[in-house]
């Protein structure tokens, strides 16, 4: 085999990889913004037997993903993020890049009061079940089964209590 042909067969790998790796892409980010929707359609329904005017809402609004190596303007993930309001309080559901694996995970901003923590929901297909994460420092982060009575925990956290 000559140099040339080489060249064109180098070429013909490549170009099944290339393929290989965005037909991946594209039915990991199927499965990505549907588990997204099914986790947004939860929560509204967990939420829906208490939501008071002013004093518990939720929404959902059209987003883009991005991270440091997907910028928003040449991101192709396009999702929904959802915001709870609860007692003038603020927390958003906002999902970050797909992972490695297909990992899916969303930032859950206006809930941690500690200066270094984060938190956010995580889902490695083929896992069936979300995972509340609290990372807080260098440690390994904090894990727990997320549903709606740990959701409702969280949330009571935002509502103001008498002082008496």
Do not use: C
């Amino acid at each position: 085999m000559n140099d040339v042909q080489q060249l064109g067969e180098m070429l013909r790998h490549y170009a099944d990889s290339e393929a290989h790796k965005k037909q991946l892409f594209e039915s990991q980010s199927s499965v990505w913004t549907t588990r997204i929707g099914e986790l947004f359609d939860q929560i509204q329904q967990w939420l829906e037997p208490v939501q008071m005017p002013t004093l518990l809402e939720v929404s959902r609004e059209a987003y883009v993903a991005s991270g440091p190596s997907v910028p928003a303007e040449t991101s192709t993930f396009k999702t929904e993020k959802l915001t709870i309001v609860i007692a003038g309080k603020a927390v958003e559901f906002v999902p970050d890049v797909m992972g490695a694996g297909g990992q899916i995970s969303l930032s859950v901003m206006g809930l941690t009061a500690a200066r270094y923590g984060s938190i956010s929901l995580v889902l490695m297909p083929p896992a069936a079940n979300w995972q509340w994460r609290k990372t807080n420092g260098l440690k390994d982060p904090d894990t727990y089964a997320f549903d709606a009575n740990f959701l409702a925990l969280q949330l009571q956290s935002l509502i103001p209590r008498e002082r008496g």
